[in-house]
């Protein structure tokens, strides 16, 4: 681990508005398409940069692009936070969730107020229905969640530590769905808060890799006999699955540290 603070602090101003420009059209692509936005890196990075449109592309889908790349600065500005709190995460919501329909039953800025579900295939290959934890354990679990993000924010980690903190974060904030929509873009914003304060680029899940990404996910909830009832953080089950959660998100550096390697080596251009 380097003495630097963040991860671009030993470029040159240019060179870091340059490189934070990159990581965050990287990470709002990846995350955004993870849940079927169609706009491409170049879209994104076009829409981002020049605030013009792709003709024929849908307005949610520049919205989501927006509001993600809006939650990145969030991120960055929740870095100098003693504490993050419940509000915090419920102004990120807001950031993420561009759409502020006005439906009770899909709060934004708000913890779920309905069961929320997904489908797997089981192991006898038939689609099974998975409940994720009810909405009246969300603030207590939720709160829990917090303590340990903020527990995490306390030290600044080793690379092998900060990743497995990244998927601890990320795996705990999905299995709970606190959301009634949004949880997958706020968990993998909100887990790379102990990866960027300790001195690494951000962790981006590659959109590329959904299917593998989506499975371990899956695989891992489905060793939780009673997911609807879980009450508290403490009977998420440590095991193969979750291992096997830490050594993907391993592998999802690999673009940022990229990025930053070419930010480098054009710093190191100029001091010579
Ligand atoms: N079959 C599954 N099993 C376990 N977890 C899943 C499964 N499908 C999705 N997830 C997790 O839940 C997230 C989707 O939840 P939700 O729709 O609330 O989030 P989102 O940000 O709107 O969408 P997305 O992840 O698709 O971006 C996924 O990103 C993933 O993290
Ligand atoms: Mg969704």
Redesign the pocket.
């Known amino acids: 681990m380097s003495d630097k603070k963040y991860f671009y602090d030993h470029l040159d101003p240019d060179i870091k508005n340059i490189l934070l420009a990159q990581v965050r059209n990287v990470w709002t692509h990846h995350?955004?398409s993870?849940?079927?936005n169609s706009l491409t890196l170049g879209e994104t990075d076009f829409i981002l940069e020049e605030g013009l449109t792709i003709q024929g592309k849908p307005l949610k889908d520049h919205n989501e692009v927006y509001g993600h790349a809006k939650a990145i600065e969030r991120i960055y500005q929740l870095l100098n936070s003693p504490e993050i709190t419940p509000h915090d995460l419920f102004k990120l919501h807001e950031t993420?969730l561009t759409e502020h329909v006005i439906d009770i039953d899909q709060p934004v800025g708000k913890w779920k107020s309905q069961s929320?579900f997904?489908?797997?295939v089981n192991k006898e290959n038939k689609q099974a229905w998975?409940e994720y934890p009810s909405p009246q354990s969300i603030d207590g679990l939720m709160l829990q969640w917090l303590k340990n993000l903020n527990l995490s924010l306390a030290t600044v980690w080793q690379q092998a530590e900060a990743v497995k903190m990244y998927a601890e974060l990320?795996l705990s904030f999905?299995?709970i769905?606190p959301?009634?929509?949004?949880?997958?873009?706020?968990?993998?914003l909100l887990a790379n808060l102990p990866v960027l304060k300790s001195g690494f680029p951000p962790i981006v899940v590659s959109q590329e890799d959904r299917y593998q990404?989506?499975?371990c996910?899956?695989d891992?909830?489905n060793t939780i006999l009673d997911l609807e009832a879980l009450s508290d953080l403490t009977q998420l089950p440590d095991n193969a699955e979750k291992q096997h959660f830490v050594e993907l998100c391993n592998g999802y550096w690999s673009e940022t540290v990229e990025l930053l390697n070419n930010a480098t080596a054009m710093q190191n251009k100029r001091k010579k």
């Open positions: 995350s955004t993870l849940e079927g993420v929320n997904t489908t797997y998975r990320h999905v299995t769905h959301f009634f929509d949004g949880n997958g873009r706020m968990a993998r990404y989506k499975l996910l899956s891992y909830q």
